[in-house]
Each structure stands twice: as C-alpha cells, then as structure tokens.
C-alpha cells in the first residue's frame, strides 16, 4: 500500500461519523387502511393529498404507508376496530357500515336532510364535538364529514316519483336509508360499495343509492342507464357519515411536534376540505353518464315533497331511538338542523 492510499484511509478512520437524527434515520411509519380502490375519487383525490402534505410538513418524519379495497384484510364493517385495536394506525370508513354504533351521528344519514358536501362536513364536525364525542372515544378522531349529496342509479328504470320505487330492489349505504327505501315502497338491501357491481350484474339489485363521485368506482356508469337526483337548492336522497380516525395510543406517542402536525390536519377545516373534495368531482361525474347517453332525470318539486313526506317516519324513528338511550333527541335533532342550515350554500 502507497502513501498516498494510507492518509486516505487514516483521513476517512478520523473523519468524524455523520449522524442523522433518530427521527430522521426512523422516520414514523402510518399504515392507513379504507375499504375504497385507490382509483376511487375519495383516495386518489382527497386520502392520498392528506397523506402527502403530512409527509411534507412533517419533514419526512411522518411516512404513511396506504392500503385500499381492505388490501390488510377485513371486512369495512371492521375498520373502525381496525384503527381502535392498533390492528392498523389510521382508516377511513363509515359509520352506516356498523349499524347502531355511532346513533347521535347518524341524524345527518336522515333523509332529505343535507344540502352539500363542504357544509354538511363543517356541520358534522362541530355536532358531534358538541354532542357525541364519546362515540369516538376509543380513537383519535381526525375528521367527520359527509359527501355530496346521494344520488338514486337505476339499471332498467327510471325513477321519476316514490311509487316508481315499488318493489324495486335497492341497495341503501346505511340503516336510515334501507328505512327511507322501504318507506317508499322499494326492497331494501344493504351492502358496503365494493358488492355493489357484481350484485348489479347478477341480478341481486335493481339500483343502487350513492353519490355521483363513487359512481365510477363502482361502474355504475356502465351498469344502470338511469339516474334520479332532486331538484337543486332540495336536500337530496340522503348522505353518509364518515371519518377519519387514528389509534389513540399511537398519536399520544407521537413527539409533541409530530402531534402538532395531525392536528393542523385534522378538525373543522380538514373535515369541510374532505367533503369539499369529494363533492367537486359529482358535476364532472353527472356529465360522463349524461355524455355516454345515460339518462339523468330531476324529480319535480310536488314529487320531492311526496318523497319527504313518506320518509318522516324515518326520522321520527331516529328521535325514539335516540331518547331511548337516554339522548333528547328532538334537542339533537333541532341542532343538528341548525348547523345544516347554517353552512349550506346559499343561493
């Protein structure tokens, strides 16, 4: 060995050893798991962006890990207890998947109840911080919001008043809608979204209740010929409440500044960008089905107040139930109406 080589490697021996940070050498790894395919409006265009902006404000030291179409293994009905037993550290789900889990929640899955995604979200958010916390005391709640507004996909029929309905079999996105179906005359069926094409094309369901944005994921726009939605400034069909939880033990583990980073992604604002999100691709939806040659038909306004007359009992239900758990829900009720009207857009 020359010299020369020997102060190389007597330089590279005393040349004192670069260190990353523990935080940066081991960055915090989230596995985030949801029941929706990753090609889906709700992951591609809302879930992945909130994963990659935590990513970002957290230096790289928040690293998430995404799994969809339950790729982890479950059933949607068991990701709530997914993110509670620490089986996995965030999902995104909804509340009508467990029936009777989340009943103060549930008032805005009522029919003709909400008016939008942004607002109805914002809404959510605040009602239930203020009066059904507890239902999500188990975990971190990161976000409580809803979608645009649901819409009725029919395979063979159009849709055009509530007597139309009879004896059509559809599928319905939680309890309270199964309810405001067989109110109307129609065979509910309950089902989580991944079942609804292949029930479609076997016969099993006539149509299907979903917003316009899940229509792609679930080939509706190949599958039914024929969409019925309420006239514009009415509530529409119904919605569902969904969220956004964490394993508990996991965020209170997290260093204070990673902490702060969830946090700043999480909440009022984060739960209206989520139902903003969403809602932005159903015009763009709306047009594809109308641009394939399917037909879309608006149900006229006497229609509409036949449609919600019917489906009261629906909501007299949810108040009997509700303070039958010892809740006042006529109380909850009337506020969860107010936040509705207080965020709806208006004209």
């Known amino acids: 060995m020359d010299r020369r080589t020997l ?4 330089a590279a021996l005393a040349a004192p050893a670069i260190v990353l940070p523990a935080s940066a050498q081991n960055p915090v790894k ?8 990753a090609t889906s409006n709700v992951y591609s265009k809302v879930i992945t962006p909130w994963m990659q902006k935590i990513e970002k404000e957290s230096g790289g030291r928040i690293q998430f890990e995404g799994y969809a179409s339950m790729q982890l293994g479950g059933a949607p009905a068991q990701l709530y207890d997914q993110s509670r037993d620490g089986v996995v550290d965030v999902i995104w789900s909804l509340a009508g998947y467990t029936p009777g889990r989340f009943p ?31 239902e999500f005391r188990d975990v971190k709640l990161l976000a409580a919001h809803t979608h645009g507004l649901n819409i009725l996909h029919m395979k063979n029929k159009v849709i055009t008043k509530a007597a139309d309905l009879k004896g059509m079999k559809v599928r ?6 199964t309810q405001f179906l067989a109110n109307v005359g129609a065979v509910p069926v309950g089902m989580p979204l991944p079942a609804i094409p292949d029930a479609l094309s076997k016969g099993v369901i006539d149509g299907a209740i979903i917003p316009w944005d899940t229509v792609p994921a679930a080939k509706l726009d190949e599958l039914t010929k024929f969409h019925t939605e309420f006239p514009q400034g009415m509530p ?12 508990r033990a996991r965020y209170e583990n997290l260093p204070a500044d990673l902490k702060k980073v969830i946090d700043n992604n999480s909440g009022a604002d984060t739960s209206a960008m989520y139902g903003r999100v969403i809602a932005q691709a159903d015009p763009i939806v ?12 608006v149900v006229g306004k006497p229609e509409t107040e036949e ?18 758990k010892g809740f006042d829900g006529n109380k909850l009720l009337a506020e969860a109406r107010a936040l509705i009207q207080r965020y709806r857009p208006k004209a």
Do not use: C
């Not at 989230?30 to 395919?37: E, G, M």
């Not at 529409?236 to 394993?247: D, P």
């Not at 009261?312 to 303070?323: C, F, G, I, M, R």
């Open 104 to 134: 103060r929640s549930e008032v805005f899955e009522l029919p003709f109840f909400t008016y939008d995604g942004e607002g109805s979200s914002r809404a959510v958010w605040e009602y239930v911080s203020a009066n059904a916390a507890d």
């Open 7 to 10: 102060l190389k490697s007597a």
């Open 236 to 247: 529409g069909f119904n919605n569902s409440v969904q969220f956004l939880t964490m394993n």
């Open 30 to 37: 989230l596995r985030l798991h949801t029941f929706v395919p």
């Open 172 to 177: 319905g996105p939680s309890r309270r809608a």
């Open 307 to 324: 449609f919600i007359k019917l489906t009261e009992p629906v909501t007299a239900d949810w108040v009997k139930e509700v303070s039958g």
């Open 286 to 297: 709306r047009k594809s089905v109308i641009d394939r040659g399917n037909t879309v038909h």
